[in-house]
T-cell receptor, first 114, second 113 residues
Framework: AQSVTQPDIHITVSEGASLELRCNYS??????LFWYVQSPGQGLQLLLK??????LVQGIKGFEAEFKRSQSSFNLRKPSVHWSDAAEYFC????????????FGSGTRLQVQP | KAGVTQTPRYLIKTRGQQVTLSCSPI?????VSWYQQTPGQGLQFLFE???????NKGNFPGRFSGRQFSNSRSEMNVSTLELGDSALYLC????????????FGEGSRLTVL
């Protein structure tokens, strides 16, 4: 069965600093990988996705992520964090079959200091 | 284009009662999935519907059920509520089956007393 690990439960960064959120997955075949963001009391918004091709993917709000098959990782990065980026971030993996169920990591809560 | 709409947004029930939550997908989307989000278990897949048929089901007891209508709107029902059913229930839609992104609603927050 597939699984996703987000080792950092909580991260605090200063506004303007760079950010990297870690995500490791376990899946036997080629995974479909996603990063979602959730603000308090809200649903999930897709930041970016990887299906195939270029391993560096660009998303919304200035986020990017790099798929590294050898490390089973899909880390999320942003060069300069804004206060509005404070939220919870979820990495998710899906299967390359007709089934749509996503397996989510436990999330990383990002706090941004002024 | 309107997003995924879930109703009600908040509700409070007591143990033993049952609850029905509704989800209207994005226009043109035919697949609807449901997820439960709790602080302890995180985001867990409940089930997925496509063309009025349940295509996939997560590891939840039979008290959790759902259905999809011909207009792709979906409902989920939880019977005999337990305290542990308190959660944010998220609905997500997508154009069809197969790989692709999910578009989530804002959720229905259920509190069981």
């Amino acid at each position: 069965a597939q699984s996703v690990t987000q080792p950092d439960i909580h991260i605090t960064v200063s506004e303007g600093a760079s950010l990297e959120l870690r995500c490791n997955y376990s899946y036997g075949a080629t995974p479909y990988l996603f990063w979602y963001v959730q603000s308090p009391g809200q649903g999930l918004q897709l930041l970016l996705k990887y299906f195939s091709g270029d391993t560096l993917v660009q998303g919304i709000k200035g986020f990017e992520a790099e798929f590294k098959r050898s490390q089973s990782s899909f880390n999320l990065r942003k060069p300069s964090v804004h206060w509005s980026d404070a939220a919870e971030y979820f990495c998710a993996v899906g299967m390359d079959t007709g089934r749509r169920a996503l397996t989510f990591g436990s999330g990383t809560r990002l706090q941004v200091q002024p | 284009k309107a997003g995924v709409t879930q109703t009600p947004r908040y509700l409070i029930k007591t143990r033993g009662q049952q609850v029905t939550l509704s989800c209207s997908p994005i226009s043109g989307h035919r697949s609807v999935s449901w997820y439960q989000q709790t602080p302890g278990q995180g985001l867990q897949f409940l089930f997925e519907y496509f063309s009025e048929t349940q295509r996939n089901k997560g590891n939840f007891p039979g008290r959790f059920s759902g259905r999809q209508f011909s207009n792709s709107r979906s409902e989920m029902n939880v019977s005999t509520l337990e305290l542990g059913d308190s959660a944010l229930y998220l609905c997500a839609s997508s154009p069809d089956l197969g790989a692709g992104e999910l578009f989530f609603g804002e959720g229905s927050r259920l509190t069981v007393l």
